[in-house]
């Protein structure tokens, strides 16, 4: 369906033409829908005899309906494929004893507390040089910590390790492999997100071509009205032309009478 910006149909005067309308090529911007035309409507000095142009019209439909397709296609294809990647990604995961915080030796407690907060650093040396382990770490009391000149901001991060330990939520995972995973899953992001610009960007280019099929369409209905009025214009002056033709034989007749 087309809308026609200041055209209307002289049978049922819309505006909304479906795939085609018919000028007329004998009256003055005369315009059928397809149903009108169909039903030979004769209005306004119109006669259902005179020859009709067929105006082809393209489609303006609205396109949301091919971007919301193409947008939940690519919703599916993203989820299935990342559903098939961490699948391969966790068969593929070599199996490894998880630590909790009282598991870990001296140097993987440090290890981990420098992976952790990288802040943590000072407080991570000073409990190596101890030779503090987890195990150690969760007996501390406020006269450990004020023994290894832990600050008040760094004795809070250690307790919540501490207390997430004792809520049994403090397993340790290899954080550098976390990260691998999760920059791996970016990349793939962001892969998918190139695509669907890409597509975005043909269905722009779509609207573009269908704005100036509609613009071709103006154009030539507008070049069509020129040449009707000029028409109009020639008819009129050759009306005028004959009649002054026919007042001058009248004339002519009227002197040479005896």
Known sequence: MSRQSNIYCNGCST????NARYKCQVCSNYNLCTA???SKIQSFGHL??????RIELPSTANPEPITKQ???????LEDSYLSRYMSNLAMNQPKRTLETLDQLSV???????????????TVAEKLQAERVSGADLISFDENDYKSFDVTYGDKKKLQLLIERKQAGVSNVSDL?????????????????????AEKNNSIQQLEDILSKQEQQTQLQDAIIQQLQEALEKQKQEMDMLMEVVEQQRTL???????
């Open 15 to 18: 505006s909304d033409f479906i």
């Open 36 to 38: 009108c035309y169909d």
């Open 48 to 53: 259902s005899s005179h020859t009709m142009l």
């Open 70 to 76: 193409y947008s939940d296609q690519m919703n599916r």
């Open 107 to 121: 140097d993987r407690l440090y290890e981990y507390l420098t992976r952790l907060d990288p802040n943590l650093r």
């Open 176 to 196: 550098s492999q976390i990260q691998s995973e999760i920059t791996q899953l970016k990349l793939v992001i962001k892969s998918q997100e190139e695509e669907i």
């Open 252 to 258: 002519i007749a009227s002197t040479q009478k005896p």
